[in-house]
């Protein structure tokens, strides 16, 4: 036992000085950790990891995806819905096909329920991988749009087909209508389990009193619970934890009241989910010696053959569906030309930036090892083999060359955005002038009566003449404490109905979500320095 606990936080400690290497040397910690798990699996002594696919599906996808869905925006996810659509089940869908015929037709023993169980697997590109390759890089905010909404929901499409396919190989039987029936079925059941459960776990945030360290824990609850909840009755846990997601950032202004909650829960998501990121692209690549190790009867240099073909298939087949997904639709629908054309540029970065990941490997590792009839799984350990060269492909290559792609093609925004800057000061005004009308509405005797309340209209309003943010500079020293408290009050008061504005400009679409939430994140820190509450 203690063994096991020291190697595990051995393996983490690791890890974090990987992630900090990988830093130090600029290149994105994903591809990174791949490279470097691969590299501490061939060295001697090292023990042979088996990776349990239960292992990624319970403990690692559930938060991973709510994350995502949670700092996804919802605005950007609607108004790109066609796209993201077509990217994350259309796709998915031509890949699966494609791959199932190529590998029925070059490699030797394959059926076409194999190819199709192959396809399912390789079809969906990681989430982490692409987004944090693209950290810091000038790519259009569409791009990034599509790439988040297009990984909140392929995973669904992708494990579905594959559970079909599996199915088909295990009984021999597959019905395409009955398929198709099914598909609806189990992915609007698994959305329906995420809204039905996040009203749950909103009611519960919102009138029972929960603290900032229970609120906190019950994020973490929430995928796991959402996620089991759909799988146990057969439906889409992806679906459920995605759809879950969207609702409850959607509605956090409403059940997050404090700045405390906020900052607490943010701090823990932070780490949970950084050491998760990093933890898997590692177990990626230490999990090769034993794939190796299983291959049997087809030699090495058959399997990267086959897995080199297939890489090359779904990389051709996402940048010939990226180019007509975005322009077809332009010549057929006037109201999608008056959004700015994506050129050429766009749908090449999105195309690129398919790379797969750890979702794919574990679910070609919960391939049962045995038939119904107790007869082994045909090519099983060929199957993991390929998809760890795909993962290996076009992680590495794809995920080195992109920052290259999008240096060399000079690509700038598509769509009219305002700078950040621009949108910072725009909200802040909204917000200087509701705390305005709201003390000259409410404060009325304050106003007069309470220096420190007087200083604030003032301040306030000049403020809003100048265009500047005026919230860090409000604290003043005194020792009248009775005007502080009701200063502390007014302020308090000013910031609860400020976030009810923020949610409003998010529903007005008037700024992005990126900003309204740095917003709310400072709205957080002023309530903190008056509340001095960092008690749990």
Avoid at 167 to 183: D, K, L
Avoid at 231 to 252: I, K, P, T, Y
Avoid at 312 to 318: G, H, T
Avoid at 477 to 493: A, F, G, S
């Amino acid at each position: 036992m203690h063994e096991h606990l020291l190697l595990i936080l051995g393996l983490l400690l690791v890890v974090m000085l990987l992630v900090m290497l990988a830093q130090r040397i600029k290149i994105a910690y994903p591809i990174f950790l791949v490279l470097a798990g691969l590299g501490i699996s061939f060295i001697p002594g090292v023990p042979v990891l088996k990776l349990d696919p239960e292992i990624i599906f319970l403990i690692f996808l559930p938060p991973l995806l709510y994350e995502a869905a949670w700092y996804t925006s919802w605005n950007d996810f609607w108004k790109w819905k066609r796209t993201i659509s077509l990217m994350a089940f259309g796709l998915v869908f031509l890949t699966s096909i494609v791959v199932a015929f190529a590998a029925q037709s070059i490699i030797p023993g394959f059926t076409l329920a194999l190819g199709f169980l192959l396809g399912g697997i390789v079809s969906p590109p990681d989430a982490v991988a692409a987004t944090t390759v693209l950290k810091g890089l000038k790519v259009p905010k569409r791009t990034i749009a599509m790439l988040e909404g297009e990984s909140l929901i392929n995973d669904a499409s992708s494990l579905i087909v594959f559970r079909f396919a599996l199915a088909a190989v295990m009984t021999g039987i597959f019905s395409m209508q009955e398929a198709t029936g099914q598909f609806f079925l189990v992915a609007g059941m698994g959305v329906l389990v995420g809204i039905v459960g996040a009203h749950i776990f909103y009611a519960i945030h919102r009138f029972l009193p929960t603290t900032p360290a229970i609120d906190a824990a019950l994020t973490v609850m929430t995928p796991y619970i959402l996620f089991l909840g759909a799988e146990h009755f057969h439906f889409s846990g992806v679906m459920a934890v995605v759809s879950g997601g969207l609702f409850m950032s959607f509605r956090a202004h409403e059940i997050f009241k404090t700045g405390t909650t906020r900052i607490n829960m943010k701090g823990v998501w932070n780490t949970m989910i950084f050491v998760m990121n990093a933890l898997v692209f590692v177990l990626i690549g230490l999990e090769l010696p034993d794939i190796i190790n299983g291959l049997g009867e087809t030699s090495l240099m058959e399997g990267i053959k086959y897995g080199l073909i297939i890489s090359l298939i779904v990389i051709v087949v996402r940048l010939l569906w990226i180019y007509p997904v975005a322009h077809i639709p332009r010549w057929v629908s006037k109201k999608v030309r008056q959004d700015p054309s994506p050129g050429w540029k766009n749908p090449l970065i999105i195309g690129w930036a398919g790379m797969r990941g750890v979702v794919s490997l574990a679910t070609a590792l919960s391939i049962p090892v045995m038939m119904n009839d107790q007869a082994e799984f045909p090519l099983r350990n060929l199957i993991i083999f390929i998809t760890f060269v795909v993962i290996f492909v076009t992680l590495v290559f794809q995920g080195l060359t992109l920052p290259l792609i999008i240096k060399l093609t000079k690509i700038g925004e598509i769509d009219p955005i305002l700078p950040s800057h621009e949108q910072q000061t725009g909200i802040q005004i909204r917000l200087d002038h509701l705390a305005v009308d709201r003390l000259n509405e409410k404060y009325e005797k304050s106003l007069t009566g309470n220096s420190l309340v007087g200083n604030l209209k003032e301040n306030l309003q000049n403020d809003i003449k100048l265009h500047e943010s005026h919230l860090s500079s409000l604290e003043m020293c005194t020792n009248r404490q009775n005007d502080l408290k009701e200063y502390h009050e007014i302020m308090l008061d000013i910031f609860a109905i400020q976030r009810k504005e923020l949610f409003r400009l998010k529903r007005e679409k008037l700024f992005s979500d990126d900003e309204i939430r740095k917003a709310e994140s400072q709205l957080d820190l002023n309530e903190l320095k008056i509340t001095g509450n960092t008690h749990l």
